[in-house]
Structure formats: C-alpha cells, structure tokens
C-alpha cells in the first residue's frame, strides 16, 4: 500500500543494524579476535523476555570528494533464547545503486566451538514483495541459517558496502528490538566537508571530533525498544527507536540548508518537478471530470476520485526511484504506479484546472517523523492540496495551515477506502514534509473529528424462556471501520464474507447463525457502509431455574487491550472514533424484570462512555455510546485508560435478571 523509500532499507528481512570493519580478518581462516571479545564480554542481566543481545556493533561510514560513499560493518549477536534465531541471521540489503563489496560470517556455537563460514555459502537474494511490486530491484545478501545459531550461540558478520546516497545524509539506527553492549558510529568526511546531526527519540549527543575529518559517536548498554509485540497499545518500534541522522556538505555548499526541512524539500523538488508537467490527455481528462463544477471542493473531490479509484496500486522501486516518481504522463497512460505516482499524478491534474498541489512525504507508522530531525525517513507520499484563501466548506476536515499562512486540504490517494477529503487513522496526529521548494516544512497532520469514524449498530430482538435468541440488526459504518468491510466486499466471494461474519458474530455468541444479509454504498465512500442481517442464537441467556439472566449488550465491543504493569511508553490508540448501540429485547411471555444494572457514565477528558438499561413495557433497552477524542496520549495517563477499559469490560459483561411473575 505505500512505498518504502531506499534509505529505509537498511534493516532487511531480519533486524539488519548498521556497523566497521576490514583489514586482515577478512581473508583469515579463523574467528577474528574481534569476535572472541565480544563473546567474553559479562552480559547485565536481562529481563526472560530478552531473547537475544548485540554484543557489537560498528560502523564506518566515509565519504568520497565526489559524494559517493563506503559503508563498513562488524556485529556480533549473542543467541540467549530460541525464539532469538532470527536475529542472528546475518543479512545485509543493497540494489543497483550500491554493491556489496564483500561480507564474511563467523560463528561460536554454545560448547564453544567455531565456525568460518566460506563466503561462497553466503547467497543473495531477492526481498519479498507485499504483492502489489510489479518490480523491485532490492536484494539481499547473506546466510539464513547460520552455524551456532542456537542459545548461548553467537554469530557474527563483517561487511563493506559501496553506497549511492541521493541525499548528502546517514543514518545511525543505533537502538532496534534487542539491546545492545557496545555500539559506535564513524563518520570519515573529504578535506572542506562539514556536518551537523539530528536526533530522533534520542537526546542530542556532540560525539567526539577525532580530528582528519574524523567523528566518532558511542554508545553502551542501550535497550530494545518495547515495541508493540510486548506492550499494549504502543506505538512502531520504529517510531520508539533512536537514531541519528548525519548531514553533511562540500566545501561551498550552503551549509545553512543542510539538515533543514527546506533543504530536503529543495532537493526533492528537484527529483519531481519535472515529472508533474501536465500533457494534453490529462489536462482534456481533468477537464471531463470536472465539467459542469464550479465549486473548489467539487473539483477537486472529482479529480481525487479519479486517482484514487482508477488508478492502480503497483509498486516500481529502481535505485532512485524509490524517491523519483515515474511521469504523470505515463501514470496517466499505465493506469498504475505507488504512492508518490499516484500523488504527482493527482497534482499534475489539479494544476490543469486551477488548483496547485504539493507532494507530502509521511510515514504509514504515526511518530516515525520527527518534527526536530530533518531527514528523508519517511515511507509513503500523498497529497496537499492548496485551499483558495477565504474558501469555506463543512466539507474540509482534514485541513492543515502551514507557516506561509497557506491552507491545504490533505489526502492520500492510495488509500482507496478512505472517503476524500478525510485521512486514514494512522496518518493522524502525525508529521510530514510539505514539498514547496524554499517553502517546504514540516507540518503535523490534523487528528479527525470522532463523527467522521463511526460505527453505529440498533437492533431488535425477542428473547424466549429456553435462553435463545432471534432479532434483525442493522449495522451503519462510516471511515476508517468501514474499510476491512468494503474491501471484504469489493475483493472477496461469498464464502470469505459468510465466513468473516461467522467469525464476528462468534466473539458474542456461543452459538449462533446470521442469515438474509445485505448490504449497501459498498463503493460509496461517502455514504454509510449499511449492512443488514437476521440473527437466531441459541443459549444466549442462562437459565437458573426460575431465572434468566441476560446480556442487554448484545453483540459489539469496545474493549481495550490494557495490562496492569508500569508505563514508560506513549500510548497509541490508533483512531479517534465514536461508537453508538441501541438495543431493544423483548422479554419471553411470564417474565419480568428482577435486577437492572446501573447506568454508567465517564468521561477522562480523551474518551468517553456512558450506557443505560431500562423496561420499556415488555422489552429491555439499552443504549450506548463511545467516543475516542485522541490518537494518542502521553504515559502517565494509562491509568486512567486502564479505568476506561475497567469500565467498559465491567458495563459489557453486566446481566439484567428476570424471574417469573408470580
């Protein structure tokens, strides 16, 4: 769904981390002393979650007068649990643009033997696909299953690799999912170059000046990041793990740009501007799409339909262009292209009638960018769209103003199930770089209004005295909830889509059977993703001799996934949303209500929930509502996310008890 631009790929397939090398143990025949001391080094002690620890890891990187540059790697990473295999595979990724200039692996099983890998076992490989890659030239070379790659095991490896970098910048990922012993970072620049970093997640660290045009930055004893495998609710071990970005410039080159986010925007100007020249058939097409339509909005809703619906999702990553999008021309003529096609396509159209467009490069993991790190780590491009000043319409709501005082309506156009005019949740709340040339800035994009991501579910059902239970709900999806369902029945047959329902039902009952089901605006994105089905579940309620005991919630959950230990990371809540039910049983003849439970209501300032119960004549009525202001909060407010949660388990397992009358 996105692309990944080339200076992401530096960890492949396997947690691949920068680090320095060569010299005489490359050509050895031995483990390389190197090697031994790491293995030697006394660990910490390590939480039993740890399955692996990087004993070293090094890196040089040197830099040539004429930009290109040579990147040297050593690491050793000791094996401390089974499930840590994979993160001692030895791997490194490169595509047409650089070369693997050599790469020797090294291991020491757990009974201390040694291992010298030949470096003709070493194989290279092409990259998995998320299969929408018409063509990717990213490979990869190394071993996948190494000797000694077993606890207590370590395996090493030492690589040289011959870099094309497109933007005077590296980048030191120096904190990944395992911790890390000791790690360094080398920077080798030509006579008259210069350099200044940024720091992501990270506080700002000086390094030491070695003198020659040498820097050196070190580091013992980081930790993994908790990534979202361990925590609940926690944001992209990408956009939790430090890292520092090098910039650095010829002697002569405006070094008050380098590491700017107006520096970036210039050069990347530079790769697309060209690209966004308009011809005849997209001017005569945009020109079609928008006959008869005054309105901005109108105009610009058409032409973004357009790309987003008719133009295909196909990625084509060659060297550079993993950042250079492809012609509009021959977009438009394909009727494919990624993320950064699509986007210069859409401007390329706009600019045909009157609206100018700018591309916008963010990352699909909100947080990743960070507003005080310049640099070009970002994977998927979408879209900007310049508002005419003094324009109004209730129809914008994914609005940003930059610091030009200028307004753009944001929208991704590869993200074919997202209403235009509005953004996918987990762009919100996020950062990205505004591409306007000596205007481009980094811009935080607009966290949406709960109203424009609702679910809201009404039914009314006859409950009988043997526990079952029968009703017709109906169900309205609007945003992002609705997008799983209209892909279900957009790319799906009818078995996938019986099947999906199945297995949703079967989260609220322990028997049960949908059936007459329809649905409706699958397509429309703008309208209500309707669906419509008839229910009859068996053993619903618990019979107690003269009792009953019944859920009055139905089906649906807003359940959180929270846990009771100590938070030390921000919590993603992934979208703001609201979520309305409304319920009508109607009790079996005999019986009447004994107990209620009591209404509910709380709001902590980020979310809300309130929900009744009451008789209505012969029926039970309950009512509810969620909302979810935020996208994401600070730690310190997970305990009062954990009440929330506390909250709703307690109001969604609660039971109305009828008897008989008597």
């Not at 700017?260 to 990347?268: A, P, R, S």
């Not at 979408?382 to 129809?395: C, H, R």
């Not at 009818?494 to 322990?510: I, T």
Request: with cysteine; net charge negative.
């Amino acid at each position: 769904m996105y692309f990944r631009a080339n200076a992401v790929f530096q960890s492949v397939a396997v947690a691949l981390v920068s680090a320095v090398v060569c010299g005489a143990a490359c050509a050895s025949n031995n483990v390389p002393d190197w090697v031994k001391a790491a293995a030697q080094q006394e660990l910490p002690h390590y939480p039993e979650t740890t399955t692996a620890v990087v004993l070293l890891d090094e890196t040089t990187y040197t830099v040539a007068a004429d930009g290109k540059a040579v990147e040297h790697v050593r690491r050793v990473v000791k094996i401390l649990r089974p499930q840590g295999r994979d993160e001692a595979m030895p791997a490194v990724g490169y595509d047409k643009d650089s070369k693997v200039l050599s790469m020797h692996v090294w291991a020491i099983g757990p009974d201390g033997h040694e291992f010298v890998v030949k470096d003709n076992e070493l194989g290279d490989f092409g990259v998995p696909g998320s299969g929408e890659d018409l063509y990717s030239d990213d490979r990869v070379r190394g071993m996948g299953d190494p000797p000694g790659r077993d606890p207590g095991g370590v395996v090493a490896f030492e690589y040289e690799k011959r870099m094309r970098p497109y933007l005077a910048e590296a980048t030191w990922l120096f904190q990944g999912d395992i911790p890390v012993v000791k790690e360094n970072f080398t920077l080798v620049l030509p006579e008259g170059f210069t350099q200044t970093t940024t720091w992501a997640h990270h506080a700002p660290d000086a390094g030491v000046d070695m003198e020659h045009q040498r820097w050196r930055w070190e580091m013992e004893h980081v930790a993994g990041v908790h990534s979202e495998d361990r925590v609940p609710l926690a944001p992209s071990g990408e956009a939790l793990a430090g890292r520092m970005t090098v910039h650095y410039a010829a002697a002569g080159v405006a070094a008050s740009q380098e590491g700017t986010w107006q520096g970036i925007g210039e050069w990347y100007d530079g790769l697309s501007r060209d690209r966004m020249v308009a011809t005849p058939d997209i001017a005569a097409k945009a020109a079609e799409l928008t006959q008869g339509k005054t309105d901005f909005y109108d105009k610009v809703e058409a032409i973004g339909e357009y790309t987003q619906q008719k133009i295909r999702y196909v990625e084509i990553k060659m060297g550079v262009g993993g950042y250079q999008p492809h012609s509009a021309a021959d977009v438009f003529h394909g009727k494919y292209g990624d993320c950064k096609d699509k986007a210069t396509l859409l401007s390329s159209m706009l600019s045909t009638v009157g609206v100018h467009a700018a591309l916008l490069m963010v990352d699909v993991n909100r947080g990743v960018i960070d507003p005080d790190a310049p640099s070009i780590w970002g994977n998927h491009m979408i879209t900007a769209i310049e508002i005419p000043k003094g324009y109004e319409s209730p129809k914008l709501r994914s609005v940003v103003t930059a610091k030009t005082g200028k307004r753009y309506l944001i929208f991704d156009p590869t993200w074919d199930k997202t209403p235009f005019g509005q953004l996918e949740s987990n762009l919100q709340g996020s950062y990205g770089v505004l591409m306007e040339d000596k205007e481009s800035q980094v811009i935080q994009l607009p966290v949406l209004d709960p109203g424009l991501n609702t679910v809201r579910r009404s039914a009314t059902f006859h409950l009988m005295a043997d526990g079952s239970l029968k009703g017709d709900v109906t169900e309205k999806r609007f945003g992002d909830l609705s997008e799983t369902r209209r892909y279900l029945y957009t790319h799906e047959d009818a078995k996938e889509q019986q099947q999906y329902l199945d297995r949703v039902a079967a989260r609220d009952f322990s028997s049960v059977t949908l059936s007459d089901v329809k649905v409706e605006n699958v397509e429309a994105l703008n309208k209500d993703l309707t669906t419509t089905y008839s229910l009859d579940a068996a053993h619903f309620a618990t019979v107690a001799g003269p009792l009953l005991m019944v859920r009055p919630r139905v089906l649906g959950s807003y359940s959180l996934d929270v846990d009771n230990k100590r938070r030390v990371v921000p919590i993603d809540l992934e979208e703001t949303m609201r979520g309305t039910d409304e319920y009508d049983i109607a009790l079996p003849d005999g019986y009447v209500v004994d107990e209620l439970p009591d209404p509910v209501k709380l709001d902590v300032g980020f979310a809300s929930y309130e929900s009744s119960t009451e008789v209505r004549g012969t029926s039970l009525h309950y009512s509810r509502t969620y909302t979810m202001r935020n996208v994401t909060l600070p730690a310190d407010r997970y305990p009062a996310l954990r009440k929330l949660a506390g909250v709703i388990d307690a109001d969604e397992a609660s039971r109305v008890v009828l008897k008989k009358a008597p």
